[in-house]
């Protein structure tokens, strides 16, 4: 447990022979003249305000090769969505990641997580009366290499070794709470954000790629943001679009009946209206044939989807069911999720007796 103490001591000394002090005193009223007036002190100047905006204010644009924007709270209070969610995060699973975090998931406005080379940063925006249980089960969970930094009111940054992982937490006007698993960098660069200290270096949505595409986080709960340029892995995607592509966001929202509607973007240089109508049909085709691949098959994608293009960005839009989706995902990911919400305490991880959770 992390614990910040500030004391300030002060000591008064005593009046030893009152009655000769009094004798000086009068003396030095009659005699002396009346004293100049003491220079008025100077109050410490206060320091400058932390930033306040949206998590992707804290991620930089540098080096970023993705970015998942969520609206928890939003997505667990839809009935269709948070039924479907249960299916593949029991909520006694979601506990104990709250138990061992300090964090409920179900209770955040907004998260994200981005990508780095080196590292993955895991972003929320935390309600009132959480960053301090957040703060010291994190320190719990420290194995090692412990260490607290405090560089201005408000400011908290814990590093240390999980595992045989650095991991780096900060958290800013208790408001803000940001995880670098891996390179504590990312979580540093958040801090000087925090202080404004980097206003020529862009974030992730100002950066030269991510700030050519619309805004998807307003209207959709989950939004999945790629720069580019793409890996050789994958520029050949979406029939070789990727390649000449700037970059990819979709954004996937809840429209009833049992679907949620998807919203693929990618921007580029697609020419005039010939070439930009060529680059939509090759789009098409793309999902088409992904929808005939084992993945589509498993997701039972819907092969009716609607495209359109302009000379920068290519459109596709399209209805998904949610219960083949949850199927899909259940099976595809599962084993993942479980890792990722299993994070033991400290004394957990040392008792002798413990035995692995196996609770899905």
Sequence with gaps: MVTWRAFVRQSLR??????????????????????????????????????????????????????????????????????????????????????????????????????????TLYLAELPAGVAANARERFADRLLSSVAAKQPRPNLVRISGIVGQTPETLLTA???????SVGDPLPAKIAEAYA????????????????????????????????????????????S??????????????????????????????????????????RLATAWSALTQSSAGH??????????????ELLTLRVELELEPLTRGLKAAVFSDVGELLQLPRQREMNAPNSAPNTTP
């Design 240 to 281: 070789g679009l990727l390649e000449s592509a700037i970059a990819l966001g979709v954004g996937i929202k809840p429209i009833g009946s049992g679907k949620i509607a998807a919203t693929v973007l990618l921007s580029g240089s697609w020419g005039q209206s010939a070439d930009s109508d060529i680059a939509a049909r």
């Design 173 to 179: 006007d208790d408001r803000l709470l940001a995880v």
């Design 14 to 119: 005593r009046l030893i022979c009152a009655p000769c002090a009094l004798c000086v005193a009068a003396f030095a009223v009659a005699c002396a003249t009346p004293p100049a007036k003491p220079a008025p002190t100077q109050s410490a100047k206060p320091a400058p305000a932390l930033h306040h905006g949206p998590l992707t204010d804290f991620v930089p644009a540098a080096s970023l090769r993705w970015l998942v924007l969520a609206k928890p709270r939003a997505l667990f209070a839809d009935p269709e969505l948070g039924s479907a969610i249960s299916q593949i995060i029991s909520a006694r699973r979601l506990d104990a990641f709250n138990e061992a975090s300090g964090v409920d998931l179900r209770q955040l406005e907004h998260g994200a997580v981005a990508g780095f080379p080196y590292a």
């Design 298 to 311: 498993l997701f039972q994608l819907n092969s009716q989807a609607e495209v359109s293009a302009t000379p």
């Design 195 to 238: 202080e404004e200290r980097l206003k020529a270096s862009p974030t992730a949505l100002r950066g030269s790629a991510l700030s050519t595409l619309p805004d998807l986080a307003s209207d959709n709960p989950v939004v999945l943001l790629a720069p580019g340029p793409f890996a050789d892995e994958w520029k050949r995607a979406a």
